[in-house]
């Protein structure tokens, strides 16, 4: 008797693996818990993979404050019935400064409110390893990443000098103060994420379906009114609009969709007739020629 | 090529289709400027994997950096880091999907430049197929053999060899042959399954997807349509069971479960199985899964299991077949592609990662290097990055495994630098070393216990390690005069006296360095059988080498001493001389100077030269040995 294995069992095993890997070979690691559907399907292979042990380290939230209020409660929630210990950092000087997206620009906010708070969460737990729900298939310096990618000790990324990754032999080796950002999901595609939150039945934050939510137009952007904190531009009016989002971020940051897709199925039926990549929603990555490789080389997920 | 389905479509139907389609890993590798990348983006772009964003980047990257004039440059979809697109050429891997109605396809891209044949390799490593491309005015080149070599040393056995810019050519049917019978006859003795020679414009996408009405005198297929159809399967799952346990599951007192993947064979609970290295038997009781036990896995599955009997096995131990178990073995011979900045040193420690199994290990032989343009087998003493070459391996401890052509990841290895922990060599071994299995080891009646009775003292080596000019000749001295004194037994190794003698042949080479150092190890080991204390007083710079020698003695019996004092104090005193002439050019390869001294981080003792002197220092070491 032969089974065959389908293409996401397939994908399954292999995160499988790579999650196993670094609770075995490392000292402390972390899970990135970004509440966006990678990361959702993340977490679920995480319990699937040490069940019926919950999976053995902590989520760690990097919190802008920024974040759409919604993303907040499903985060607590799901950490909870995942029996998972909950982190959560927040860049203190960047909010003393009162650092914003509106008056400082998106690409000093993320690296104030992202980057930064990140490198100083790993530093305060002193985790050799991050689990990252980033896959190859979002953007074309991801697809040059490896699965297990060495970071210096100030968090930098040499993509000119990665380590060789033969087979599935991953060489976890860090000295004290350097880490490795993993990639369980490295080989998944956009629609392997859907598919499998489908067939697996994963929670998702709702804002991934289009309901009729407060909106104002904004360089041709979508913007969703969250809070009362997003200023206004002269002639700008909040309107209500059938929207849902393709790609969760911090609200000013992140573009929504009008969209009659209130199912998974209508989802990816969606998305399997797009035009623009998921990331097109994404308002800062268009700052500036290679910006996601330089970030990442910053220490940015 | 890619149908999109209508909205009207159900969508759950073209899901399930979807889902069913087999994958098919590949990579493209050639050398450089090929058109590896330009045929991926093709590929992308052809298959609608192209977003309208995307494009628009494309478009404005490719006048910016495109080698196309105003037109597009499609490697530029591929080519994703900044240094690639400045250069031109491909550094790293990129690992891109698309899928046409048939199949899925993760394709590796690798860069064609020698200096980073260690990224091509990553993509062949993980690869069903190989695509290699020739540039139809150029021919077969070194790169081309060499990636050939790659391929079929890392196991893919069906090859295409595209032969691209067939535009620049006029699309010449008799240069194409020429190129097509070049190429089969040098790759005959690899023996690939299956070897298909398609002729390409990658620019133009001539015959990829398309066929191309510019070469009506091809017959065979589109590079696509060979993809989709090529039947790259092996059986697996047939194989005798194999799983390395990666994970042990142990939430409470009731329950111990293996979690690993089980790389050949399938397993159902109730059958019988063994563990390899120690050979205990037990059952599979459960496969355990979130969503309930499962009655049946097979390779390629990440599972957890229990066993009906509690059996010693932890990470790195393989549950196995009991009727075909792998080989155990601590020496065996292997090809490696050495991948490191920094030359193999036969003889220096390196860490092994075999499977989920750690050891360390060192490269005692090297049988031959490849010579990638004749595979002519040259004789060498080394192997410096990009080369390839068949050794012999000696391992702290023995792993199990199976010969790399019977099962990749029961026969795949790497090497990593115990102080880069730079991942220096990939490795797939041949087999392993039978002889060692029957020279057994003289059993003697009178060992080392016995012997350290007589001389009623407990053997140790003292092992002097400093710059020079640190002082370890003076304080060895001092402490063998004080050992003496007490009616001690003791022997003195000087590293001076013995390059004289047992060493004479040596020079100061990272190699002869090491083999010093190994050599003298050796002799010190044999002086603790024979219950002396014996003292080593060498400069010994590099900690994997000190490493390798306290590997040699017993728990307790190897003591590091650091004789420290700072560069310019040690420089200062140059008792003999020899920074000076260091300085001055006249000697090289000096430690301090053009050679670096690797301080021990964690020896027993540490003698502080700078604050006290030898006389006060060799009583330390008294004391340590507490025999004041
Ligand atoms: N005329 C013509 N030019 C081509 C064709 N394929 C590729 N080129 C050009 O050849 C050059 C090198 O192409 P790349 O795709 O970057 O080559 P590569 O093999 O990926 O190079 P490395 O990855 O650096 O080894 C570029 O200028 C391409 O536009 C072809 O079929 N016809
Ligand atoms: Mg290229």
Redesign the interface.
């Known amino acids: 008797m032969?089974?065959?294995?389908?293409?996401?069992?397939?994908l399954?095993?292999?995160s499988?693996?790579i999650l196993?890997?670094v609770?075995?070979e490392m000292k402390n690691p972390v899970m990135l818990y970004s509440i966006g559907k990678d990361s959702s399907v993340m977490l679920h292979l995480a319990?699937?993979?040490?069940?019926?042990?919950?999976p053995p380290f902590p989520l760690l939230h990097v919190d802008t404050t920024w974040k759409f209020r919604e993303m907040i409660a499903f985060r607590d929630r799901m950490a909870a019935e995942a029996g998972m210990r909950l982190l959560t950092h927040t860049n203190a000087q960047g909010v003393a400064e009162g650092v914003n997206p509106f008056d400082h620009g998106s690409s000093y906010y993320t690296q104030v409110m992202k980057t930064d708070a990140l490198k100083q969460a790993l530093d305060r737990f002193g985790f050799d390893a991050a689990f990252g729900g980033a896959r190859?298939?979002e953007?074309?310096?991801?697809?040059?990443e490896r699965v297990f990618s060495f970071r210096s000790a100030a968090h930098g990324w040499d993509?000119?000098n990665?380590?060789?990754?033969?087979?599935?032999?991953f060489?976890t080796?860090?000295?004290p103060g350097e880490s490795m950002r993993v990639f369980p999901l490295?080989?998944w595609?956009e629609?392997d994420i859907w598919?499998y939150i489908?067939t697996e039945n994963i929670p998702i934050v709702p804002l991934y379906f289009a309901k009729e939510r407060p909106v104002v137009e904004r360089n041709g952007a979508l913007v969703m009114v969250d809070d009362d904190r997003l200023p206004l531009h002269p002639g700008e009016v909040s309107q209500m609009r059938r929207i849902r989002f393709r790609t969760l971020g911090c609200y000013p940051l992140t573009a929504a969709v009008e969209s009659d897709a209130d199912t998974l199925?209508d989802i990816?039926?969606e998305m399997?007739?797009?035009?623009?990549?998921e990331?097109?929603g994404r308002l800062i990555d268009h700052d500036e020629?290679?910006s996601m490789?330089?970030k990442k080389r910053e220490g940015y997920f | 090529m890619n149908q999109l389905p209508s909205i009207s479509a159900p969508v759950v139907d073209y899901l399930e289709n979807h889902e069913q389609k087999g994958l098919l890993r590949f990579l493209t590798c050639g050398s450089v400027d090929d058109g590896k990348s330009t045929l991926i983006g093709r590929l992308l772009h052809d298959s609608k994997r192209v977003f309208e964003d995307q494009l628009a980047a494309l478009r404005s990257d490719s006048r910016k950096h495109g080698t196309q004039g105003k037109a597009i440059d499609f490697a530029l979809l591929v080519d994703g880091l900044e240094a690639e697109r400045e250069q031109g050429i491909t550094i790293d891997v990129a690992y891109r999907f698309f899928a046409t109605d048939h199949r899925k396809f993760i394709v590796a891209d690798t860069p064609g430049h020698e200096q980073y044949t260690r990224n091509m390799a990553t993509g062949a490593s993980t690869s069903d197929l190989a695509v290699i491309l020739v540039d139809a005015r150029k021919g077969i080149l070194q790169q081309t053999r060499r990636h050939s070599f790659i391929v079929s040393l890392l196991g893919i056995r069906h090859v295409v060899v595209a032969v691209n810019k067939m535009d620049l050519i006029d699309f010449d049917a008799d240069r194409f042959a020429e190129i097509e019978a070049g190429y089969r006859a040098f790759a005959e003795s690899f023996g690939f399954d299956t070897l298909q020679v398609i002729p390409i414009s990658a620019l133009q996408g001539a015959n990829i997807v398309e066929r191309s009405p510019q070469m009506p005198w091809y017959a065979g297929p589109t590079l696509i349509g060979h993809l989709n159809e090529i039947d790259v399967s092996s059986d697996d799952a047939g194989r005798p069971f194999r799983m390395p346990v990666q994970w042990i599951n142990r939430p409470d007192l009731d329950f111990r479960g293996y979690c690993g993947t089980i790389v050949s064979g399938r397993i159902r609970p109730g059958d019988p199985v063994a563990v390899a290295a120690s050979g205990q038997h037990t059952r599979i009781a459960r496969i355990v899964t979130m969503d309930g036990d499962v009655e049946e896995a097979q390779c390629g599955d990440a599972v957890t299991l229990t066993l009906t009997d509690e059996v010693d096995a932890s990470r790195g131990d393989v549950i196995c077949d009991p009727k075909a178990r792998p080989e155990i073995a601590d020496r065996f011979s292997a090809h490696l592609i050495w991948m490191g900045d920094q030359k193999l040193v036969p003889g220096r420690t390196y860490a092994v990662k075999a499977g989920k199994q750690s050891a360390t290990g060192v490269v005692s032989r090297i049988g031959h290097r490849i010579d990638v343009n004749s595979f002519a087998q040259d004789e060498v003493d080394s192997l410096s990055l990009n080369e390839i070459g068949f050794c012999d391996l000696a391992l702290s401890a023995p792993i199990a495994f199976d010969p790399y052509e019977v099962n990749r990841e029961m026969g795949s290895f790497i090497l990593i630098d115990r102080m880069t922990n730079q991942t220096v060599a990939a490795g797939v071994i041949w087999r392993s070393l039978r002889s060692a299995d029957n020279i057994h080891r003289q059993a003697v009646d009178v060992d080392k216990q016995s012997r350290a009775i007589v001389t009623g003292q407990k053997p140790v080596a003292l092992w002097f390690t400093g710059l020079s000019g640190a002082g370890k000749s003076t304080i060895a001295n001092l402490v063998e005069r004080k050992l003496h004194a007490r009616g001690r037994l003791t022997y003195l190794l000087d590293g001076d006296n013995v390059r004289h003698g047992l060493n004479q042949d040596l020079g100061f080479s990272d190699e002869d360095r090491v083999e010093n150092i190994r050599r003298v190890g050796e002799v010190a080991k044999l002086f603790v059988d024979a219950g002396l204390i014996s003292l080593v007083s060498f400069i010994s710079p590099f900690r994997s080498d000190r490493q390798m020698a306290r590997t040699l003695f017993e728990e307790g019996e190897f003591v590091e001493i650091h004789v420290a004092a700072p560069l310019e104090v040690a420089e200062a005193r140059d008792p003999k001389g020899l920074y000076q002439k260091a300085r001055e050019g006249k000697i090289r390869n000096f430690t301090g100077i053009d050679s670096p001294y690797e301080p021990p981080q964690a020896p027993e003792l540490v003698l502080d030269t700078v604050a006290l002197d030898a006389e006060a220092l060799a009583d330390q070491v008294i004391r340590y040995l507490g025999l004041d």
């Open positions: 032969s089974n065959r294995r389908s293409h996401l069992q397939r399954e095993a292999e499988i693996r196993r890997e609770v075995a319990r699937k993979a040490f069940y019926p042990a919950p190859r298939d953007e074309k310096s991801r697809s040059k993509p000119k990665q380590r060789p990754e033969l087979w599935s032999i060489n080796r860090v000295k490295s080989n595609t629609l598919q489908r199925d990816v039926t399997l007739i797009a035009r623009t990549s990331r097109s020629a290679a490789e330089k």
